[in-house]
């Protein structure tokens, strides 16, 4: 009970953060019931947009070249863009109102999609996507969005949380609510809610006067405020940029767990990240701190605070 009452606020933090991800969840699942049958009466939706909106590049690529405030659609020619695609990509618009409905629903959001076997993609809000993705780009290959939901990952078809990533768009390190999509046994497609590091950070961390962390079961450092980033001289992945689009999603490589940093110090944090125990006691450069722990239960992070001693 001591230990619950020193960690009251750290405990009700941990909940909010958990009850905002587990909203964007709840979203992605009512949308798999709206797309699902979509795909069950797709002779119904015969779309919602004039055919102008769309440019066919070089006989391969079929897209929405500029934002008309309406969704992205974007076909990577994978499949020959022939009649039955583009009546596929007609009846796929009647799923832009859901999903515009959605993003519009929380600051949190950074843009959700679906993307399917034949890599088309229908993305909300408009992202460019044609200028930096080739044609006959596959999904399947390239983004963990996809491939994580698949039946060899995710047999049990179930929604997931995706290990943070470096986006493919630029938009800095990501993480995703993922939910694949079935129809007759067959994977369609997967839908996903993007969430940045830093609208999280933004959201729930950046205004707090204590020293934060939320730090991942693999310990990667994905928030560190700055006076817990002077205290404990690390960084988090805020704070990690990169110029270039990569087309690719990237997974985070080992080299940036805690778990495997220089210093014996930040290791040994990071092994009790990884136990059972709720606190710990230790001397950072000759001042005392206890630091608490506490799980985001909606993706099993950690939030920790620094408190001195």
Request: aromatic share 10%; net charge positive.
């Amino acid at each position: 009970m001591k230990e619950q009452r020193e960690n009251y606020e750290l405990i009700k933090l941990a909940e909010k953060i958990s009850e905002s991800l587990l909203k964007a969840r709840k979203e992605i699942d009512n949308l798999r019931v709206i797309t699902e049958k979509l795909y069950q009466e797709s002779s119904k939706y015969i779309g919602l947009f004039n055919d102008s909106r769309y440019e066919y590049l070089k006989n391969r690529v079929f897209y929405t070249p500029k934002d008309d405030g309406n969704c992205e659609i974007w076909a990577s020619g994978l499949v020959p863009i022939g009649k039955l695609e583009k009546q596929k990509i007609k009846s796929l618009e009647s799923l832009c109102p859901s999903m515009q409905r959605v993003k519009e629903s929380s600051n949190l959001i950074t843009n959700l999609y679906l993307t399917t076997f034949d890599s088309i993609i229908v993305n909300v809000p408009y992202a460019d996507i044609h200028a930096y993705l080739t044609p006959k780009f596959d999904f399947s290959k390239s983004w963990v969005t996809y491939w994580e939901a698949d039946a060899r990952r995710n047999p049990e078809k179930k929604t997931i949380w995706v290990v943070p990533y470096k986006d493919a768009l630029g938009r800095g390190y990501m993480t995703s609510v993922i939910t694949p999509i079935y129809h007759n046994n067959f994977l369609e497609g997967t839908l996903g809610i993007d969430i940045t590091v830093n609208a999280i950070n933004e959201m729930f961390i950046a205004s707090s006067k204590k020293n934060l962390m939320i730090i991942t079961p693999q310990t990667i450092p994905l928030i560190v405020n700055e006076s817990s980033a002077t205290i404990l001289t690390i960084k988090d992945l805020k704070n990690y940029n990169y110029l270039q689009r990569a087309s690719e999603n990237k997974v985070i490589p080992q080299s940036m767990m805690m778990i495997q940093n220089k210093s014996e110090k930040i290791r040994h944090i990071a092994r009790w990240i990884q136990s059972d125990k709720k606190r710990i006691t230790l001397s950072i450069d000759g001042t005392k701190y206890t630091l608490f722990k506490e799980k985001i239960p909606e993706v099993g992070w950690n939030l920790i605070e620094l408190v001195k001693k």
